[in-house]
T-cell receptor
Framework: AQSVSQHNHHVILSEAASLELGCNYS??????LFWYVQYPGQHLQLLLK??????LVKGIKGFEAEFIKSKFSFNLRKPSVQWSDTAEYFC?????????FGKGTRLHILP | EAQVTQNPRYLITVTGKKLTVTCSQN?????MSWYRQDPGLGLRQIYY???????DKGDVPEGYKVSRKEKRNFPLILESPSPNQTSLYFC?????????????FGPGTRLTVL
């Protein structure tokens, strides 16, 4: 069955720490991959996406993600987090016509 | 301004009382979706529509109906709501063109079924 797995449900970091959030997907076909962010009380916003080409994609606010096809992974990274990065992060895959989201990772940045 | 609107934003209702949540987009997108968001479960797709009069079940369609009579509108219908449908609902419009695949989300509708 198609699925998206996010390894960390809740991450707490101090400002300036480096961040990596894991995402693995299960789908046999061609995929488009996404990371979304949801700030408290707001709707989802697209951080970055991968369709093809360079497996290292850069998004907004200094985020990047690397697609590793052999590992079915699309991990999100940021070298130095800020307090304003406190939010929930969702990995998503388009599996054919459907879109499947992971369960989300709550990121809490300590000032 | 490109946007997806949903109404109402907040709704408290009782079991069995039919309700409709409206969704409208002004971007002329063909693909629209409804999701529900529950703590610890992320977003789950309820229904999606790839064009007018074309709708398909997502992962959690039970208890919901949708219609797509015009491209801009995609209402979500709960014929007989139950407490397990208490959730935060998002409508989304999806731009699919060439190498573009971007979803635009509405502001959400928080539904409580008593």
């Amino acid at each position: 069955a198609q699925s998206v797995s996010q390894h960390n449900h809740h991450v707490i970091l101090s400002e300036a720490a480096s961040l990596e959030l894991g995402c693995n997907y299960s789908y046999g076909g061609t995929v488009n991959l996404f990371w979304y962010v949801q700030y408290p009380g707001q709707h989802l916003q697209l951080l970055l996406k991968y369709f093809s080409g360079d497996p290292l994609v850069k998004g907004i606010k200094g985020f990047e993600a690397e697609f590793i096809k052999s590992k079915f992974s699309f991990n999100l990274r940021k070298p130095s987090v800020q307090w304003s990065d406190t939010a929930e992060y969702f990995c998503a895959v388009n599996a054919g016509d459907k879109i499947i989201f992971g369960k989300g990772t709550r990121l809490h940045i300590l000032p | 301004e490109a946007q997806v609107t949903q109404n109402p934003r907040y709704l408290i209702t009782v079991t069995g009382k039919k309700l409709t949540v409206t969704c409208s987009q002004n971007m002329n997108h063909e693909y629209m979706s409804w999701y529900r968001q529950d703590p610890g479960l992320g977003l789950r797709q309820i229904y999606y529509s790839m064009n007018v009069e074309v709708t398909d079940k997502g992962d959690v369609p039970e208890g919901y109906k949708v219609s797509r009579k015009e491209k801009r509108n995609f209402p979500l219908i709960l014929e007989s709501p139950s407490p397990n449908q208490t959730s935060l609902y998002f409508c989304a419009s999806r731009e699919l063109a060439g190498s573009t695949d971007t979803q635009y989300f509405g502001p959400g509708t928080r539904l409580t079924v008593l």
